[in-house]
């Protein structure tokens, strides 16, 4: 799953968020860490074909320097409320970005997986996403038609519009000293649309580690944390004006990590209900 949108860098400036409570959100800066290496590949010849070939798009993190040209002014912010963190970096071309965001769930694994994969119901929970089509399905795989907007300043809107191929992962167990550890990843490209580049990778992570009680018989209780990640690469085919972007498409980005964080919590209240 994924949803249009379009970051930038704040050339030196804290990034802000709205927030729905009451108290502003705390913000802190993070020195950014070694930029991701993405590589995507197909082995299709045809990217617009109905039953592609799986593409496998592979992310690592090096402490040696990327092979691309990432600004000294790029910069993160966190809302340690929720465990939520973003970073934009300004990569290689003028208006090309990458995007790392996560955020911490009261949900497990299964329920966060059911609602990234609701893709007939998206837009009905993430806002800025206007609408979301189901065009393609088969096993491990979704292709999308998105449409989305963004309130701008000045009264002006930002639209993007895509149609983009989602490859479902199969669930992972991790090697965890301290717990049992699962994951499950949905990697994303945009085949046609507003985007010259478009790509990335939703992944959800949960680790369940055993706490400690407080006798010597007491063999404690389980502790579960689960955090949704976003990474997405990505460039507009036309020059937009980056710092009227600037701030509030990273806002938005925020809102639509929290909505799916909150989905899913509603899924584990509607169930218990039951």
């Known amino acids: 799953m994924a949803t249009c949108c379009c970051a930038s860098s704040s050339h030196g400036r804290l990034l802000t968020f709205s927030s729905s409570s009451r108290s502003p959100a705390r913000l802190r800066l993070i020195c950014p ?46 809302d340690q409320r929720i465990g939520f963190e973003i970073q934009v970096s300004k990569i290689g071309k003028r208006n090309r970005r ?62 993007a519009k895509g149609t983009i191929d989602c490859y479902e992962g199969d669930l992972e ?42 006798g010597d018989s007491d063999e404690g209780q389980e502790s579960q944390t689960t955090t949704l990640s976003y990474l997405v690469e990505l460039e507009p085919k036309l020059w937009v004006p980056v710092r009227l972007l600037e701030g509030r498409i990273c806002s938005e980005i925020k809102n639509n990590l929290v909505s799916i964080r909150e989905q899913a919590q509603r899924r584990i209240i509607n169930t218990s209900d039951h």
């Open 98 to 159: 990458l995007v790392r965001a996560r955020v911490r769930v009261d949900a497990p694994l299964e329920a966060v997986w059911a609602t990234l994969t609701d893709y007939e119901g998206l837009a009905d929970f993430i806002p800025g996403l206007s609408e979301c089509r189901l065009l393609d399905q088969a096993q491990g795989f979704a292709r999308l038609y998105q449409v989305g907007e963004q309130d701008l300043a000045l009264g002006f809107k930002f639209n």
């Open 33 to 78: 860490s070694a930029p991701l290496r993405l590589r995507l590949s197909s082995s299709s010849s045809s990217s617009s074909s109905r039953a592609p070939h799986p593409q496998r798009l592979s992310c690592s993190s090096s402490q040696e320097p990327a092979p691309v040209d990432v600004a000294d002014d790029d910069c993160s912010a966190a």
């Open 173 to 214: 167990s991790l090697p965890d000293a301290q717990g049992n550890a699962r994951r499950r990843e949905i990697a994303f490209n945009m085949i046609d649309g507003d985007f010259k580049v478009f790509q990335g990778k939703w992944s959800v992570q949960e680790s369940v580690e055993q706490e400690q009680g407080g």
